[in-house]
């Protein structure tokens, strides 16, 4: 798994339709946002991690939440929200199974 990390400004986003068919539908106003100092990830899974998703998954979890935070962001931006095709969110959610 390769995992680039991006310390930006900002974060604007607009869910244009849906990425995951099976899913509920978001709400209106969740469907577009701004996080303001974020920590942005780009995620890429590799062949070698189909053979144990589950601990690919929870090593680039541990890699995201080692990163540093910036001592200038606000206190509700320091905690790292790990959420699976859904908008940015200041909460840390791991999906079924990972816990």
Same mark, same amino acid.
């Given at each position: 798994?390769?995992?680039?990390?991006?310390?930006?400004?900002?974060?604007?986003?607009?869910?244009? +339709? !849906?990425?995951?068919?099976?899913? @509920?539908?978001?709400?209106?106003? =969740?469907?577009?946002?701004?996080? &303001?100092?974020?920590?942005?990830?780009?995620?890429?899974? +590799? !062949?070698?991690?189909?053979?144990? @998703?589950?601990?690919?998954?929870? =090593?680039?979890?541990?890699?995201? &939440?080692?990163?540093?935070?910036?001592?200038?962001?606000?206190?509700?931006?320091?905690?790292?929200?790990?959420?699976?095709?859904?908008?940015?969110?200041?909460?840390?959610?791991?999906?079924?199974?990972?816990?």
């Amino acid at each position: 798994m390769r995992i680039l990390f991006l310390h930006v400004d900002y974060l604007e986003y607009e869910v244009k +339709e !849906k990425a995951v068919k099976g899913l @509920p539908d978001l709400p209106k106003e =969740a469907r577009h946002g701004r996080a &303001e100092e974020a920590l942005v990830c780009f995620i890429s899974a +590799e !062949k070698r991690d189909e053979a144990n @998703p589950i601990g690919a998954a929870k =090593a680039a979890a541990a890699s995201i &939440e080692d990163v540093p935070t910036p001592t200038s962001a606000p206190p509700s931006l320091r905690r790292i929200g790990l959420r699976n095709s859904s908008p940015p969110s200041r909460k840390t959610s791991v999906p079924a199974g990972m816990t």
